[in-house]
């Protein structure tokens, strides 16, 4: 499995030629929507929220939860031998997005 959260799209096209077409699946988890790149190898992408994507809630604590339980679900799911990192780390992913950070207490 190759992490390319928040890569730029030149790192993205390298991984993923480096990554694909050998003995093994290729399993990348991402931020981009380009799914073409990932088809067009063979390969499989479980797409993370980007930078750019609009957020439904202002909800800072329960998106960060849902990132965290998203990462977990795939990793049971495709229960990787191993984990490639490119670009972010995911807690620094998670970090970037904005939403780690305690909720503000009620003040009123």
């Known amino acids: 499995m190759v ?18 077409g050998r003995r093994h699946q290729a399993i990348f988890v991402t931020t981009t929507m380009n799914y073409g790149l990932f088809r067009a190898k063979g390969a499989v992408a479980e797409v993370f929220p980007g930078r750019d994507w609009p957020r439904g809630s202002s909800d800072d604590y329960a998106f960060s ?29 998670v970090e970037e997005m904005g939403k780690v950070h305690r909720v503000a207490p009620d003040v009123r």
């Open 65 to 93: 939860l849902y990132l965290k339980e998203r990462w977990r679900v795939v990793l049971t799911k495709w229960a990787p031998d191993y984990l490639v990192i490119e670009g972010l780390e995911f807690p620094r992913y």
């Open 3 to 20: 992490t390319l959260f928040c890569v730029d799209d030149a790192a993205l096209a390298k991984s993923i030629k480096f990554h694909t």
